[in-house]
């Protein structure tokens, strides 16, 4: 069978289409009900002791806001088709998309569970920053969340309503905020405003971050209505006595000293990923993000996707988000999921990769390098047709070149870089450059469609990715009469595979070693990172290998 007809054949196979959603809080909620409404049997798994959605501070205050979210927990609740699992903790996780089994302890009990696709809805974890503050937390010196708490308490909102409560916060001098921490200092503060206190509540801010949707309103709608915002470089002084709590700061305007005497302070918090995340990683083959959440920092990643497909990450889980956002990552995810999932079966490719079962010896090197978490075994390494992204990582290191990648096999492409160089003539220095198709492709063709200056000898050879081109590709082009050879890669942290740039970087930098224990001048061999909108910078990277080469 040729290569181009085994890349068409297709095969339909079966799929799980129970979803599996970790985290009992909002988001987690409207998830399953997104995803139940499509048809699907959703398994909700909270890790929490109780069946009260968490982050409270998520909801807002506003009525309409309490409303909805207290109708959606009871539509989760009575939907037939949202399976929930309180006290629920996450043990093992194997398999790919479409085919996961996840084993599970709820309230002590053993659970094994088939499912398509899971998503993971952390939420976020707060600690009061009482201790940078030098303060100790007090009926009178109380965090954020208790305050919130408070404000949801009829006799809290009479006391506010008589007009003698003076209410301080201090918010952005522990750490540097954010656009959700101030939208909750933002919302407390309206909220009191409301109840008549908007004159006695006065709000000590380093930086006011009003970057989110409807910042600005809300904090122009608390200063409409009494509230008074002072920014100030460092936090005021607090002296506490018997029965008496002196607030002092310096006001820049009037260029004083200014004491207050609340009868509250309340101090922001810090707002981190879940604690779990980390476990969750482990057991779910998923990579970590920045400051513990679960989304790297890579384009192909968002807005909900992790490395692997058919585990998606949404809201606290992959960063600090409203709760507006995090149920857009929610809708997002469920159409992601119809997507994979279907009606229970799905068309993939047959030969997408393939593994020769003769060669393989089970070494399990293809199982930790493959970046999408696409191989098990049984007795021999297997492919997931759905999970496999064709990067062609685990084919390149290999070490028995046991997997082969339908239409980039290593005799594939061996063809192809002879055939490239003897495209070359009239003695132009004959430059062969790698080119990943998620990147560089794109970037060099450009660069050809609106005519940049580019060297006469030069040739590409597609690769599915940087983390495919093989020691053995670099060492046959120089064989066969390249002059100078370029891997031109993704940025790191931009690699659709993830890893694909790594993997090229430590391979040239072996190469780079055999070409000097060979006496073979290591300039005509470049690694070089860009994006595909870089036609400019493919020119240049292309003439500056010529000019090195100096056979222009």
Known sequence: ??????????????IATDVLVIGGGYTGLKAANTIAALGYHVILADQESNDNP???????????????????KKTVQSDKRIEFLPETRIDQAAGVSGDFTVRLTSKGEALEKKVGAVVVATDIDSAPLNHIYGLELSDRIISLSDFEEKLTAADFKQKIGKGDLTVAFLVGFAQDGNPLLMKRVMDSVFALCEAGA?????????????????????YKAGRDKG?????????????????????TFHDPVVRSDIELSPDLVVLEEAMTASQINTQLAEILRIDMGPMGFLQTDNVHRFPVNSNREGIYVIGSAR?????SDAWTDAENAALQIKHLLGDGTREVPKFRAEVNREKCVTCLTCYRCCPHGAIYWDDKAVISPVACQACGICASECPQEAIQVTGYADDEIIEKIRAALADVKNGAAKILAFCCENSSLEAGRAAAMFHYPLPGGL????????????????????????????????????????????????????????????????NRLAFVTLASNMAPEFAKIAVEMENRLGLN
């Open 198 to 218: 908007g004159e006695s509540t006065y709000v000590y801010v380093n930086d006011i971050k009003v970057a989110g949707d409807d910042l600005e309103r809300l």
């Open 54 to 72: 968490k982050a409270p501070f998520l909801m807002g205050i506003s009525k309409q806001a309490r409303e909805e979210l207290s109708a959606l």
């Open 227 to 247: 509230a008074i915002y002072f920014k100030l470089t460092r936090p005021p002084a607090i002296e506490q006595g018997d029965g008496a709590m002196t607030l």
């Open 459 to 522: 040739r590409m050879i597609q690769v599915p990715c940087a983390g495919k081109v093989d020691i053995h590709y670099v060492l046959t082009a120089l064989v066969e009469g390249a002059d100078g050879v370029l891997i031109l890669a993704c940025h790191p942290g931009n690699c659709k595979s993830e890893t694909g740039t790594t993997y090229a970087r430590w391979r040239i930098e072996l190469a780079y070693r055999m070409l000097e224990e060979t006496g073979i001048d290591k």
């Open 1 to 14: 069978m040729t290569t181009a007809k085994k890349a068409r054949e297709m095969e339909t196979i079966d």
């Open 319 to 323: 960063e600090i988000e409203t709760l």
